[in-house]
């Protein structure tokens, strides 16, 4: 078992920033795909960033069209831990956003970090 623990949300203003990260722990999350994914109010829950996996050579990163020039993820591997540093945010950002880890069919979810981007 994979326990994910997110952290960094807040209220920021439309053109501020911050830094979510996921914290694993039960195992280590190097030979997983690591994700972010956001659910706004009344929305579906969609995708924000994706980090492969660190034992592979070249941890490759993608990232939706949405975030893609001002979000960047990564993935510290002795700390067991994912960050998603959102700068230039906007206030359609503003969700819950999510860590998921994925390897081979078997998907842990951790429970969300709470994001308000004020206009």
């Known amino acids: 078992q994979v326990q994910l623990v997110e952290s960094g949300g807040g209220v920021v203003q439309a053109g501020g920033s911050l830094r979510l990260s996921c914290a694993a722990s039960?195992?280590?999350?190097?030979?997983?795909?690591m994700s972010w994914f956001r659910q706004a109010p009344g929305k579906e829950r969609e995708f924000v960033a994706v980090?492969?996996?660190?034992?592979?050579?070249?941890?490759?990163?993608n990232y939706a069209d949405t975030v893609k020039g001002r979000f960047t993820i990564s993935r510290d591997n002795a700390k067991n831990t994912v960050y998603l540093q959102m700068n230039s945010l906007k206030p359609e950002g503003t969700a819950v956003y999510y860590c998921?880890?994925?390897?081979?069919?078997?998907?842990?979810w951790g429970q969300g970090t709470q994001v308000a981007v004020s206009s």
């Open positions: 980090v492969g996996r660190a034992d592979l050579r070249g941890a490759i990163t």
């Open positions: 998921k880890a994925a390897n081979s069919g078997t998907v842990f």
């Open positions: 039960g195992r280590t999350v190097s030979s997983y795909t």
